[in-house]
């Protein structure tokens, strides 16, 4: 089974970037799609972003777009979020997540595995 761990969150100001990554562990199949979603305190968790392992094809929230950009090292097995022009509206816990059949999808119910989450804190 595949395990998922993020890292890169922390603290920036507002305008500013940060690179979230997330190393699985464990074989990554063709059929993988991963994503990125976020929950800020008092809110649901929300898709950012997708990306199918084996085309390269994204899928981005509206709020993100342009902004935000998801790419994956195969050799690796990592996933990147590359994140820009920041906003503290983006303030939240990033989760790193698989699925293994549904491809591009934006219900986090049809994600399998989670990792634990990394905080982004952006300031004004």
């Known amino acids: 089974q595949v395990q998922l761990v993020e890292s890169g969150g922390g603290l920036v100001q507002a305008g500013g970037s940060l690179r979230l990554s997330c190393a699985a562990s464990?074989?990554?199949?063709?059929?993988?799609?991963m994503g990125w979603f976020r929950q800020a305190t008092g809110k649901e968790r929300e898709f950012v972003a997708a990306?199918?392992?084996?085309?390269?094809?994204?899928l981005y929230a509206d709020a993100v777009k342009g902004r935000f950009t998801i790419s994956r090292d195969s050799a690796k097995n990592t996933v990147y979020l590359q994140m820009n022009s920041l906003k503290p509206e983006d303030t939240a816990v990033y989760y790193c997540?698989?699925?293994?059949?549904?491809?591009?999808?934006?219900?986090?119910?049809?994600?399998?595995?989670w990792g634990q989450g990394t905080q982004v804190t952006v300031s004004s």
């Open positions: 997540a698989v699925n293994y059949w549904a491809g591009l999808v934006t219900s986090m119910t049809s994600f399998d595995i």
């Open positions: 464990g074989r990554i199949f063709n059929s993988y799609t």
């Open positions: 990306i199918r392992w084996s085309t390269g094809n994204t």
